[in-house]
């Protein structure tokens, strides 16, 4: 698709920043210039180039509730005013905007190229296609079309809320028709790429899913426990989100499924170890750590131990948790390392979530808990320090003994 507006076409970007581009020169860009009257009258007149805008829509729109008592006479001057700037950047000289029984259309005499329709285009096209090979070609194209979310800086409108909204679920619906088409034709170079992309593009959408398939499916063993690993990370320590049930259940299945060369027990052990060596406590993911509680649930089945689970999190001062803000991510992690520094190499660590982490302790009691508390506390609190650490400590039993200390 020409994306430089050159030959004599209107190039317009709704995908993400709001863009018009006129033989080669940027008409509108830029947050600043997207925020204006100008720019909200091009983004209906082009995004609406077939059916026109209405009058009254128009001036609803643009005007939203502020008190005007000629709206008819402030929709003509907004008009009036964008019909030189467009002269005035070099635009043939037309009537840019016709009016036709109460209705705005952008003028039939300078093409328009715009992505949110040529991504829709492409995707009926394929809909529409029988042969199975040019349908996942418009699949992909139309899903590589997609940029971005449709004027995503407009969070506060409804038509381009429910745009987005609408363009969000045709994406969807176009990378899950595409995988599929590659998963038959067993092409998982191209359904990796599609996977990253469409992560990128729709974060936090589970399409992570994809790419782990076509890793385990070209036998990329190593490449497919790290990404696991990676995308764990991600929703859970950089988001401070928990991944979907979803994500988590077809991620801990694909992850199973991944398979080892023969091997010798010597040699499996060897890469079974702690090659790291290093000291303090094992932090670990949240699935890797959810793996270890249940195992020692299953272990204390036996009798004889002495299991403790604790979450700690970040207060300001007045002991309320701290959520947000600048200082949270550093806190975090200094958090995170008086942690690893005050308990034992046996003991398990994972961070939960923003200023928040959870510890098992292995073999201990209540006593050395508020021990474990006071060294943590020493490790974190510098100078003098405001913020602080809420415990929360419960015994790992059928009923949980539940203290709270601060």
């Not at 170079?189 to 990253?196: A, D, R, S, T």
């Not at 589970?206 to 036998?219: N, P």
């Not at 923003?354 to 098992?360: M, S, T």
Request: net charge negative; with cysteine.
């Amino acid at each position: 698709m020409e994306k430089s507006g050159e030959n004599g076409t209107l190039y317009v970007r709704m995908f993400g920043n709001f863009s018009v581009t006129w033989e080669g020169k940027l008409l509108i860009g830029g947050a600043k210039s997207a925020e204006t009257q100008f720019a909200w009258l091009m983004q209906l007149l082009l995004h609406n180039k077939k059916d026109g805008i209405s009058r009254n829509r128009l001036e609803e729109i643009l005007f939203e509730d502020r008190d005007i008592s000629d709206l008819h006479h402030a929709a003509r001057s907004v008009i009036y005013n964008a019909k030189r700037k467009l002269q005035a950047a070099g635009l043939p000289d037309v009537n840019y905007i016709e009016q036709r029984e109460g209705v705005y259309y952008w003028t039939d005499e300078i093409p328009v190229l715009e992505d949110a329709a040529e991504f829709e285009r492409l995707y009926e096209e394929a809909e529409n296609e029988d042969d199975p090979e040019k349908r996942l070609h418009l699949y992909l194209e139309a899903c590589y079309t997609y940029t971005g979310e449709f004027l995503e800086v407009q969070t506060g409108v409804v038509w381009a809320v429910q745009e987005a909204r609408r363009y969000r679920g045709l994406f969807c619906a176009c990378v899950e028709k595409a995988v599929e088409l590659l998963r038959i034709s067993k092409d998982y170079f191209q359904m990796q790429e599609l996977g990253l992309y469409a992560a990128r593009i729709n974060p936090l959408a589970d399409w992570e899913t994809v790419t782990m398939e076509a890793l385990i499916s070209l036998g990329r063993d190593e490449d497919a426990r790290k990404f696991y690993d990676d995308t764990v990370e991600l929703y859970f320590q950089e988001q401070g989100l928990r991944p979907s049930g979803r994500l988590m259940e077809l991620l801990s299945k694909l992850g199973a499924q991944i398979g080892h060369h023969y091997a010798v027990l010597d040699d499996i052990q060897a890469k079974l170890s702690d090659e790291g060596g290093s000291v303090g406590g094992y932090l670990c993911p949240y699935p890797v750590f959810q793996g270890i509680y249940r195992m020692v649930e299953r272990m204390m089945e036996r009798g004889g131990q002495s299991v403790y689970l604790m979450l700690c999190t970040v207060v300001d001062s007045k002991g309320n948790p701290m959520k947000d803000g600048p200082m949270l991510e550093e806190l975090s992690e200094r958090l995170g390392e008086a942690i690893r520094l005050s308990v034992r190499r046996g003991d398990a660590i994972n961070k939960y979530g923003k200023g928040q982490y959870l510890v098992l302790m292995l073999n201990t009691t209540r006593e050395n808990c508020k021990i474990l508390q006071r060294r943590i506390n020493y490790h974190f609190i510098v100078g003098r320090q405001r913020t602080g650490i809420q415990y929360y400590v419960n015994s790992v039993i059928c009923t949980p003994d539940r203290e709270r200390v601060v």
